[in-house]
């Protein structure tokens, strides 16, 4: 278990990671808000244009990126589908005349099958998604004979709903990417230290982020350990019969059921153990503690810094206007 | 007055049944002292008592003249730092430097100072190639190392091992009780929990606990002269020091003995 990798970080040398995490998460914020305030599908393709460039700035791999998309695709294509479907405002631009027939059944359920086979075998499940539903799309539009199932109905794209669905998706794009970034090139460490700085003045209204932080950071420091013992009881409960990956789905809640309780129960043994060992080393929660690992501003993030007011000063300038 | 003073120390988890029952001890400054015990005897409570960890109902602990209370705990713990059994519990650090900065943080040690020290005790427990390292990829005896090098980076002067080798292969074992003896040679105070015989016959002195009592503590050569002191407490002395307690005390046998003693030491 020595290859777990907690958050997306990556060892790096780029720009972006030698900027101070507050100042990436303050940049990564205030861009954010610029993207809401952008309005028209030209700002947006600017804004999109941006966001590549400062990859190509930060020399991250784009591909890294789009990796990091992956499990936000499904929702990506979700809203788009959904958008193109029910927004039915402005002028039409696609009517398509679709039919209903016993060879459309017939086709469809083969198409679904040969996708489904062809995604256990295929490495680009996503090319073959869109191949799958252009092919059903075809099939509605073509496949005008045999006996008829429902009368044939139009299928309409209005402006507007390509419009607004592309804009939730572009404006989606640019936020992964953008805490992409971030979290791709930001330690988990020293993003919780960047944070609890920055959360620092809450402590007025009660909130302590030090000890925040602390607790995020212990966690953090402690998946591996856990996902090790997950491991053993596993196997410790593999060895007495349990099954955890076939069997009823009731029973696989038994199974689960005798893997969470010895979990905790060791989760808290351990977590007793770790707060002797912190007292016995002088911590005293609430107190005062210096750190070893300090953050710096330097002159590269101040620059950053303005850079990112600039642009959302440039967004509201827009918004305005 | 001895560096650590305990004086009539009882200690019950639920009032019914004493864990630690009038202990008495004093221990001097740069002893190494072994202690000894079946399952429940009391060692870890006693050790758990020392660092304040747990507040006995009576009797009281002094450490350099300093009384254990709510007061004095704080500055008690700089002086006395405490190495548990299972290495993964006792790391908190995200790295190994975040590890042995932990204590300093806490008494507020200025950064340059600790960067100073952590290269000065990563360097005398060898792990300064480990630094930035995450604990899931040390061993347990590198662990239990990092958790030594905190310790001297508080400057703390008493190291407790609650069963510190217990949980480790014999390679780690053997190297760890190495650095214990160098820590000895620098002068530190060493209390050594332990289940093994062998790893006490190292120390100066041996404590034997039993049910929560002081059952012996005496000189390590002296103590396992008594057999009867380990077989009453459920321990077993290693087969050469048996083999030499059962040559009488024959003039003859006099040079076999001295040999088996040897023997029994040098492990």
Redesign the interface.
């Given at each position: 278990?020595?290859s777990?990798i907690i958050g997306q970080y990556i060892p790096g040398k780029g720009l972006f990671y030698r900027l101070d995490p507050r100042t990436k998460i303050i940049a990564v914020l205030l861009i954010m808000i610029s993207v809401f305030l952008l309005e028209t599908i030209e700002q947006l393709l600017i804004g999109l244009a941006t966001a590549i460039v400062l990859l190509l700035i930060g020399k991250i791999s784009i591909l890294k990126v789009i990796k990091g998309l992956k499990p936000i695709m499904i929702l990506l294509i979700f809203t788009f589908i959904f958008q193109i479907i029910l927004n039915r405002e402005g002028e039409t631009i696609v009517s398509q005349q679709m039919y209903f027939t016993g060879y459309t059944l017939l086709l469809l359920i083969l198409a679904f099958i040969v996708w489904r086979i062809l995604n256990k075998l295929v490495k680009y499940r996503f090319t073959l998604f869109f191949l799958f539903a252009a092919g059903v799309f075809l099939i509605l539009s073509y496949v005008d004979f045999g006996p008829k199932i429902a009368e044939p109905f139009t299928f309409n794209i209005y402006r507007a709903g390509l419009e607004m669905s592309f804009f939730v998706v572009v404006r989606l794009l640019i936020i992964i990417t953008l805490s992409t970034v971030l979290t791709l090139t930001t330690k988990p460490?020293d993003l919780t230290q960047g944070l609890e700085k920055l959360m620092h003045p809450m402590k007025k209204i009660g909130f302590d982020s030090e000890s925040f932080a602390l607790i995020i950071?212990?966690s953090?420091?402690y998946i591996?350990?856990i996902f090790?013992e997950a491991n053993k009881i596993m196997l410790a409960q593999a060895s007495r019969g349990a099954d955890f990956s076939e069997g009823k789905l009731k029973d696989k809640l038994r199974q689960v059921i005798s893997l969470l309780v010895p979990m905790f129960i060791i989760a808290f043994m351990?977590s007793e153990?770790?707060a002797?060992?912190?007292?016995?080393?002088?911590?005293?929660p609430g107190?005062?503690?210096?750190?070893?690992?300090?953050l710096y501003f330097s002159h590269r993030d101040i620059i950053a810094t303005i850079f990112s007011f600039l642009i959302l000063a440039l967004a509201i300038v827009l918004k305005v206007m | 007055m001895s560096y650590i003073e305990i004086k009539n120390l009882t200690f019950s988890y639920n009032e019914k049944t004493n864990v630690l029952e009038d202990v008495n001890l004093e221990i001097n400054k740069g002893e190494w002292i072994a202690v000894l015990g079946h399952n429940g005897s009391g060692k870890s409570t006693l050790a758990k008592t020392l660092v304040g960890l747990l507040e006995p109902q009576k009797g009281e602990i002094s450490i350099d003249g300093l009384v254990m209370n709510d007061e004095f705990a704080y500055e008690i713990r700089k002086k006395i730092g405490i190495v548990f059994q299972n290495p993964d519990n006792q790391f908190v650090g995200v790295t190994v430097r975040d590890d042995i900065a932990f204590g300093m943080e806490n008494l507020c040690v200025p950064r340059e100072e600790m960067l100073e020290k952590i290269s000065f005790y990563a360097e005398k427990v060898n792990m300064l190639n480990f630094l930035d390292s995450e604990p899931a990829n040390l061993s347990g005896g590198q662990k239990q190392r990092v958790a030594i090098a905190g310790i001297l980076a508080m400057q703390s002067d008493i190291i407790i091992f609650d069963e510190a080798t217990s949980m480790l292969d014999p390679f780690s074992r053997e190297e760890l009780i190495k650095y214990i003896k160098t820590l000895h040679q620098d002068g530190l105070t060493i209390i050594m929990i332990t289940h093994d015989i062998n790893e006490a016959l190292l120390a100066d002195r041996i404590l034997v606990m039993n049910k929560g009592k002081v059952y012996a503590f005496e000189d390590t050569e002296e103590i396992m002269k008594k057999k009867s002191i380990f077989t009453d407490s459920h321990l077993e002395l290693p087969v050469s020091l048996d083999l030499a307690n059962a040559l009488t005390d024959n003039q003859e046998y006099k040079e076999i003995r001295e040999k088996l003693w040897e023997y029994a030491l040098m492990k």
């Open positions: 278990m020595k777990i460490t950071s212990i953090l420091r591996p350990t090790d351990r153990e770790l002797n060992a912190m007292e016995s080393r002088n911590f005293v107190e005062k503690r210096t750190r070893i690992n300090e | -």
